[in-house]
Nanobody, 126 residues
Framework: QVQLVESGGGLVQAGGSLRLSCAASGRTFSRYPMGWFRQAPGKEREFVGR????????LYADSVKGRFTISRDNAKNTVYLQMNSLKPEDTAVYYCATTHRPYYDGSLYPNDYSYWGQGTQVTVSS
């Protein structure tokens, strides 16, 4: 059974940084893409970024490009989201997700992802 557990959220001032982690278990982590999404109160869940199964391809939402970086450590079965220059509009619950399909780059569509973590709250104060 695939399990994803996020950590690293918290309260930070605008302009600050946070690093989120997502630990995966239940299957061979390195074969699957990993995505990050977020959901603010009253809004739809939105794509933040994803990293391919091979780690040679990343894709980011325009709103975070140049500020956020996704990486993965296959030895630790963990994917990271480094968030710099945070803005109040980045406040949301952040979720990691992965697909059922292996050897795949992953997309920006939530429906493409079959497994989700419980989320971690990120709050950016102005």
């Amino acid at each position: 059974q695939v399990q994803l557990v996020e950590s690293g959220g918290g309260l930070v001032q605008a302009g600050g940084s946070l690093r989120l982690s997502c630990a995966a278990s239940g299957r061979t982590f390195s074969r699957y893409p990993m995505g990050w999404f977020r959901q603010a109160p009253g809004k739809e869940r939105e794509f933040v970024g994803r990293i391919s199964w091979s780690a040679d391809s990343t894709l980011y939402a325009d709103s975070v490009k140049g500020r956020f970086t996704i990486s993965r450590d296959n030895a630790k079965n963990t994917v990271y989201l480094q968030m710099n220059s945070l803005k109040p509009e980045d406040t949301a619950v952040y979720y990691c997700a992965t697909t059922h399909r292996p050897y795949y780059d992953g997309s920006l569509y939530p429906n493409d992802y079959s497994y989700w973590g419980q989320g971690t709250q990120v709050t950016v104060s102005s």
